[in-house]
Structures are given as C-alpha cells and as structure tokens.
C-alpha cells in the first residue's frame, strides 16, 4: 500500500504519540495468526501494534500475538526510530506476499534482517525463486537511507510543530 511523503510523516508522528515506552512488550518484533498465515509488526504498547504490512496501527489483544524470540539486535527505542525510516524508505514499495511482506519489513526494522521465513517454508521451488525468502537489497537501502537522513525524525516532530506552516510548507521543508 504506497504512502505519500505527507501520510508517511503523519504515520511516523502517529507511531510517537501512541508508543508507551514503560510497556512490557514497547518496540518488539510480534507475530499473530489469521486464518491462513502469520502476520508481522512491531509492538508500540501493550495491546497496540504496528502492522508492517499495511502500514496501520491496531489494537489486539496481548494473549493473540507473540513475541518473536531470539531475534532482534536492537532496543526498543532503536527498534521503534528504525521502524519509523523504513515506512519512509519504503513508503512506495509494492507490498507482495512473496517479495516484499510484513515479515521481511518487520524482521528488518527489528534484527537487520529482511528474511520471510513464511516464504523459506513454502514448497519448491516457491522459495528458490524468491531468493529463499530473503530481499535482496533492502537492508542496504535502509541502512544507507538512515546514514543520508541521520536527523530526520528529529526534523518531522520540528516541522509538524511549526502550527504556522501549512502541510505542503512543511513538506517542502523537509525535502
């Protein structure tokens, strides 16, 4: 589902003002079943959790979703700013359930790894032709996105508390 520049910023914005840092399970990689595979996001509170395949928070409640052991490298708040450059980054890209899904863009954001182990799982040669479940290039793109854009998160919460400017002004800035 591609986003505009102005709804990723609003979605990034809408990601800071509903994340409980004191929460349990704040900024960790979560999975849920529904009906016929399982879904991936990043947790922002207790019963709220960014789904990274439509780019929606929603609440569920905590005894429906699990938290993926073993797997994230970064904390909580790391977790939750690289979320937030990923749905920028990746704001046009076409979600597809075997090239680009919620677990890839999940399990990146959380370990650095853009891998769907839904996908490994599938029979031959689904996987193969896939490139074994994994993105090729993503982590590199996010990784060099965050580098170019070191301070951008910081500059979307100024913009947006710029009440004066309108919404195509502070695009505008932040380009």
């Given at each position: 589902m591609p986003l505009s520049q102005e709804d990723a910023y609003q979605k990034v914005l809408e990601i800071y003002e509903k994340i409980d840092r004191k929460?349990?399970?704040?900024?960790?990689?979560?999975?849920?079943?529904?009906?016929?595979?399982?879904?991936?996001?990043?947790n922002l509170k207790e019963n709220l959790i960014f789904d990274t395949g439509g780019f929606?928070?929603?609440?569920?409640?905590?005894?429906?979703?699990?938290?993926?052991?073993?797997?994230?490298?970064?904390?909580?708040?790391?977790?939750?700013?690289?979320?937030?450059?990923a749905l920028i980054c990746f704001r046009?890209?076409?979600?597809?359930?075997?090239?680009?899904?919620?677990e890839h863009?999940?399990?990146?954001?959380?370990?650095?790894?853009p891998v769907s182990y839904e996908i490994k799982k599938l029979p031959f040669p689904i996987p193969q032709l896939?490139?074994?479940?994994?993105?090729?290039?993503?982590k590199e793109i996010l990784n060099n996105f965050i580098n170019q854009n070191p301070n951008l998160i910081n500059e979307i919460f100024f913009a947006y508390s710029q009440k004066s400017l309108d919404d195509k002004e502070r695009v505008e800035w932040l380009q």
């Open positions: 929460s349990q399970n704040y900024g960790c990689l979560v999975n849920w079943y529904e009906g016929v595979s399982w879904h991936y996001g990043i929606s928070i929603f609440e569920r409640n905590p005894k429906e979703f699990f938290l993926v052991p073993n797997v994230q490298i970064y904390s909580p708040n790391q977790t939750i700013e690289r979320l937030c450059y046009e890209w076409d979600y597809g359930l075997l090239g680009w899904n919620c863009i999940a399990r990146l954001v959380a370990s650095d790894s896939n490139h074994d479940g994994w993105h090729p290039n993503a």
